[in-house]
Every structure is written in C-alpha cells, then in structure tokens.
Nanobody, 129 residues
C-alpha cells in the first residue's frame, strides 16, 4: 500500500538548517506531485512547498521563500525539503503529501489539501535557542 515516511526533523537553533526527507513507496512515484505542509500547535495545517511532475517545477509559500527549497529524486523515490535560516515561527510538525497531478509549466500556487491522496505521519521541527 502507499506509504510516505518523513525523517530529518529535530531541534535546531535559530538561523540553523535542517533537511527533511520523505521516502515514498507503494505507488508510482514519478506520476505524483508532492507537497510539504506544516501544522503548529493551535493552528491550521498550511502549505509550505510543492514540486510538480513531470518537470519538477516548484512553489514556495512567501513565508519560506528564499529559505526553503523542495526537491525530488525520482531514482530514490524521495522528496526533500532543505530548510535554511530557520526561525522560531517555523516550529511545527511537517508533513509530506502526494497528489496525482500531472502538470507542466510554472506553478502559481499549491493545490488544495484535498488534492493530496497520501500523507505521511509527520516529523517535528523545533527552532529554539
């Protein structure tokens, strides 16, 4: 069955970096787009970054643009989120999700959460001194 497993979360000081990984299995990775979402305590889950298929076009929310980078390795069935210059407000549980969306061209916005069929269990990121 389809499975997404996130890893790489942890505790980091402000200004530090982390790289999250999302290992996918049980479905045709190359035919899926992927998103990273996050949810802080008491807040709604929000979209952070997105990468399309087949061209790997990317989208990043304004609040992470210039600091976070999403990428994918189709040979390893893995999606990454490189997070630099982390801030305390980035503290949240980060979720990887997969959507069966085949889309060329630039990405103007992330698809709605309901478009994502598969979700991981989440990984905690805490930014604190």
């Amino acid at each position: 069955q389809a499975q997404l497993v996130e890893s790489g979360g942890g505790l980091v000081q402000p200004g530090g970096s982390l790289r999250l990984s999302c290992a996918a299995s049980g479905f045709a990775f190359n035919y899926y787009a992927f998103g990273w979402f996050r949810q802080a305590p008491g807040k709604e889950r929000e979209g952070v970054s997105y990468i399309s298929t087949p061209h790997g076009s990317t989208y990043h929310a304004d609040f992470v643009k210039g600091r976070f980078t999403i990428s994918r390795d189709n040979a390893k069935n893995t999606v990454y989120l490189q997070m630099n210059n982390l801030k305390p407000e980035d503290t949240a549980v980060y979720y990887c999700a997969a959507a069966a969306i085949w889309q060329g061209g630039p990405i103007a916005t992330m698809p709605e959460r309901t478009e994502f069929a598969y979700w991981g269990q989440g990984t905690q990121v805490t930014v604190s001194s």
